[in-house]
């Protein structure tokens, strides 16, 4: 294991954590609401320590995957405790629990809130649970990656480590440039929801704020109202940008730099839409009769449909008073997600439709057992590698749910709270049913049920893997074996 390059990454995080503090420092200055002490001391404090920790470059600066894994889930920890500090220290989340629990939120993109009425919070405060949506969103990791040069192809660890999907590839040969490239999208389409929602009239702060949320499929509302003081033309715009931001960035290389029959080969972007097709138009047939008129009920279909599949967690309407297929159609969609290599969270597309043809190998396998299929997905064959890989995620995904669940039902108060909690949480989505629904909020589970959902946050958005191997004992003891091995040689060299 290269402690040093760990230490040196997780350093430098911090370091542009300290730095990007320094934004709602500036929004305070602005409404002066005297917050901006607080994000001052916190920012010194993350730079500090991340300058200690960055100070001495490694001598080697390559990353396996195994420091990849280690490295990423260090850091999203780190992220969200720092992250944490101006929101505890100012008092407007006095709790140190509930500051970690909102800001391993904010940076995982999940949404879910313990506070009650976000209007009574510091413009500071809600532009920095925004704005972590959208650093969260593409990735810190894969930030450093664009502006860090790192060796060889070791960086390509990193970014399997912290990139949504069951697998990840370069767009082009320079791992470097593959990071900027997703960046420049990134930017460019947030840049873009923010000049359609500023010429559609919402107020500068709001369409920043709700800008950043949608990119990074947050979540975070700014008002008390939530969509609620919005117009109906800018949810639509919401409801666009959500479902874009849900498709594979990969496609939008692809059409940049036209391409155009490789993104319209893309299976997962095909079946993505279809799925949201289908849902929107369920839902708004279920809820015709609760609504006024088709338009009406297609709007608030077409935005809830938007917001869960991709994990953003907004809400124009209380979807809990729903019919119950309306209800199970947006839990199933909790756990289906977005596409992978998106800003998405969930299960992923890809996974979903490789699975769903596995099982369709296995019927014809029964009818005809001579005839051997492949799976082909976008038109190529799945190696056995993803095959495993997929199938061993299914299952620690399933057992991690069903853990996480036992947890939260030691206190929780009905199995229809603890199993959409642990649905929204683990899947990145926000909001759930019934006590922790669109209107409600998380702040009453116990310190307990707050760890687990924390872990889960970060496990959901890190792909799981990277966060399960810090509790991976073998890891950490073939690396103290191998310092000592160093140890005896050095000695024995004397």
Request: a positive charge.
């Amino acid at each position: 294991m290269n402690l040093s390059v760990i230490t040196f990454t997780v350093g430098y995080i911090l370091r542009i954590e300290g730095v990007i503090m320094l934004l709602p420092c500036g929004i305070d200055l602005i409404y002066g609401e005297h917050q901006w002490m607080w994000y001052l001391i916190s920012a010194a404090i993350c730079f500090v320590l991340g300058l200690a920790l960055s100070l001495r470059r490694p001598k080697n600066n390559f990353f396996y995957l195994k420091e990849g894994c280690v490295t990423t889930a260090l850091c999203w920890i780190a992220l969200s405790l720092f992250g944490a500090l101006p929101l505890c220290l100012s008092g407007e989340i006095p709790s140190f629990l509930n500051s970690v629990f909102e800001m391993a939120s904010g940076f995982t993109t999940t949404g879910a809130s313990i506070v009650a009425d976000v209007g009574t919070l510091s413009h500071a405060a809600n532009f920095w649970r925004t704005f972590s949506h959208w650093i969260g969103g593409m990735g810190v990791l894969v930030f450093l990656m664009a502006i860090i040069p790192m060796t060889g192809g070791s960086a390509i660890n990193l970014m399997k480590a912290e990139s949504p999907g069951p697998d990840v590839g370069k767009l082009v040969p320079h791992i470097r440039e593959t990071a900027r490239i997703l960046y420049k999208i990134y930017i460019g389409l947030t840049v873009i929801e923010v000049i359609i929602l500023l010429v559609s009239g919402m107020p500068v702060y709001d369409s920043f704020t709700m800008s950043f949320a949608t990119a990074g499929t947050g979540g975070f509302a700014v008002r008390t109202a939530g969509m609620g003081d919005y117009t109906i033309f800018q949810q639509v715009v919401l409801t666009v940008f959500m479902i874009l931001f849900g498709v594979n960035f990969n496609a939008y290389y692809y059409i940049l730099y036209r391409k155009f029959k490789k993104a319209f080969k893309m299976e997962e972007v095909r079946a993505y839409l279809l799925i949201i097709i289908g849902a929107i138009t369920i839902i708004a047939i279920n809820i015709f009769s609760m609504c006024e008129g088709a338009w009406d009920a297609i709007q608030k279909a077409s935005f809830q449909v938007g917001s869960i599949i991709t994990t953003t967690g907004f809400s124009n309407t209380d979807f809990d008073t729903w019919p119950e297929l309306s209800k199970m159609i947006l839990i199933s969609l909790m756990f289906v997600g977005a596409c992978a290599g998106s800003t998405g969270g969930g299960f992923k597309i890809s996974r979903v439709v490789i699975l769903v043809k596995t099982v369709g190998r296995e019927i014809m396998s029964y009818i005809h057992p001579k005839n051997i299929k492949k799976i082909n997905f976008d038109g190529n064959p799945i190696d056995h590698e993803t095959m495993r890989s997929i199938s061993g995620y299914f299952v620690i995904y399933t057992l991690i749910f069903i853990i996480s669940l036992f947890l939260l039902s030691i206190d929780g108060p009905d199995f229809e709270t603890d199993f959409t909690a642990v649905a929204a949480t683990f899947n990145n989505i926000g909001p759930g049913m019934r006590a922790v629904g669109p209107t409600q909020n998380f702040d009453f589970f116990s310190p307990l049920s707050k760890i687990v959902m924390i872990i889960d946050m970060i496990a959901g958005r890190l792909e799981l893997f990277p966060l399960l191997i810090l509790f991976y004992p073998r890891i950490w003891m073939d690396d103290i074996s191998h310092r000592r091995t160093k140890r005896v040689r050095g000695k024995s060299k004397k």
